[in-house]
């Protein structure tokens, strides 16, 4: 039977006989709102605490726009929320790239929809700036609890209401994507990230778990509860008001507004319902991140073998399908990501055993799953050499790999996950 899996902007297609097939693993088809622009402003007619426009009258008011490596509604985000901040004092928009690329023709774009959304919205008081985390214009406010420094963009410092446009999302270390990332890493500089970024080497630093779970017995993330902390600490007792979302592309799933931890719980609530799932591991399992901008370097479709993982089982096989048409990182992730992963695997997991470096925990987790596979076989835009410097192997036809599985092992059962970038995935 015929498997389709998202591919850069297109699709993969795989013929698996039936009796093969484990099972395809998507996150669950949830209705979606006809009208996005129409859901969020429901959402923010019924928010948490008091309305948006109440609470930005005369005041400061700092926008926190996700930049575009987030697959999600922005159009809809923006044109709902500019309205409501009409009589606003002054208004800053950021977009909140984190250690991220920033003159991205991405963030441009991002940039636009927010001038237009603006101008459609008759505001005029207002200023965008793309977060630059090695930019020298910082703030200093001291350090969490962990010892984090938080540096902040000062163009983020000092407003009396933040309002931070969130998509929602499984995470593998920070537990979910949420509105407390627009802060950090979201406008923070590269020291906080780098030192907030190092608990993810923490075992308890993984998907499923956060402060704001619904669940107390899933609140022990470490990196997520520093995030926490440094937003508490740029915002200052100031107003936070969300608007977050759940989407598929650019269509609503679900959407919340108002107090930000009753609104991520919520948000936390669907994301478990929805794309989360408990699977019985398998030795051969196929995986796409979802397309782009899911698969838009290794770096970034590294997140849907992280997540997962646990559906294939120990010294098993992936066929990994990713585009990478930016290549294999941004540069800024070059060597800390992938030249440290072309080491041996070895010497990769011990040489992270001293003062980190953002990016280490990436080359870490690839390297220890690589450990417990016997092949990662990539269908991929990059070259060979790239792809097999880093311990994986470059295919020319996904086809052909599933064939060999079978021909090896005529009762094999093969496992295909797309869209892993949005899904959490337990084994039994």
Not at 54 to 74: A, M, N, Q, Y
Not at 140 to 150: A, C, I, M, Q
Request: aromatic share 6%; with cysteine; charged share 25%.
């Amino acid at each position: 039977m015929k498997v389709t899996l998202n591919y850069g902007e297109g699709t993969v297609d795989l013929q698996i006989p039936e009796k093969n097939l484990a099972g395809t693993v998507a996150p669950k088809k949830a209705r979606t709102a006809e009208n996005s622009l129409e859901e969020l402003n429901r959402v923010l007619a019924n928010p948490y605490g008091p309305a948006l426009t109440d609470i930005v009258k005369g005041r400061s008011v700092c926008v926190l726009v996700e930049d575009h490596t987030r697959d999600e509604p922005h159009w809809a985000l923006l044109s709902s929320v500019a309205p409501k901040l009409k009589y606003a004092h002054r208004i800053q928009y950021i977009v909140t790239t984190g250690s991220h690329e920033v003159e991205h023709p991405g963030n441009l774009e991002i940039v636009d929809m927010i001038k237009r959304a603006s101008a459609d919205a008759g505001l005029e008081n207002y200023k965008v700036k793309i977060h630059d985390c090695q930019e020298p214009d910082m703030a200093d406010l001291g350090k969490t609890s962990r010892g984090t420094p938080v540096i902040v963009n000062a163009a983020a410092v000092g407003h009396n209401v933040y309002v931070p446009l969130a998509d929602m999302k499984a995470h593998y270390f920070s537990g979910y994507s949420n509105a407390l990332k627009d802060f950090l890493p979201g406008v923070c500089g590269f020291a906080s990230i780098e030192a907030n970024h190092s608990m993810a080497l923490d075992p308890k630093s993984t998907f499923g778990t956060h402060p704001y779970h619904p669940d107390p017995a899933r609140r022990t993330n470490p990196l997520a509860d520093d995030m926490r902390e440094a937003a508490e600490m740029i915002t200052k007792g100031a107003t936070i008001f969300t608007l977050s979302t759940v989407s598929n592309g650019d269509k609503v799933v679900w959407a919340g507004a108002g107090r930000m931890e009753p609104v991520i719980s919520d948000g936390i609530k669907v994301l478990d319902e929805t794309a989360s799932f408990t699977v019985t591991a398998r030795p051969r399992i196929v995986v796409s991140p979802g397309g782009y901008p899911q698969d838009k370097s290794l770096y970034h479709a590294q997140r849907a073998l992280e997540l997962t993982k646990n559906a294939v089982s120990e010294g098993g096989e992936i066929l990994f399908l990713a585009e990478c048409r930016d290549g294999v990182a941004p540069e800024s992730a070059m060597e800390n990501f992938y030249n440290k992963l072309t080491a041996p695997l070895d010497t990769v997991i011990e040489s992270i055993s001293g003062k980190y470096h953002l990016y280490e925990h990436k080359a870490y987790k690839f390297a220890e799953l690589l450990k417990n596979l016997s092949s990662i076989q990539m269908f991929t835009e990059l070259d060979r050499e790239t792809v097999e410097s880093a311990h994986l192997d470059k295919t020319e036809n996904p086809q052909a790999v599933v064939d060999e599985w079978i021909s090896n092992d005529p009762d094999v059962k093969i496992l295909v996950l797309d869209k892993g970038n949005k899904l959490a995935i337990y084994s039994t």
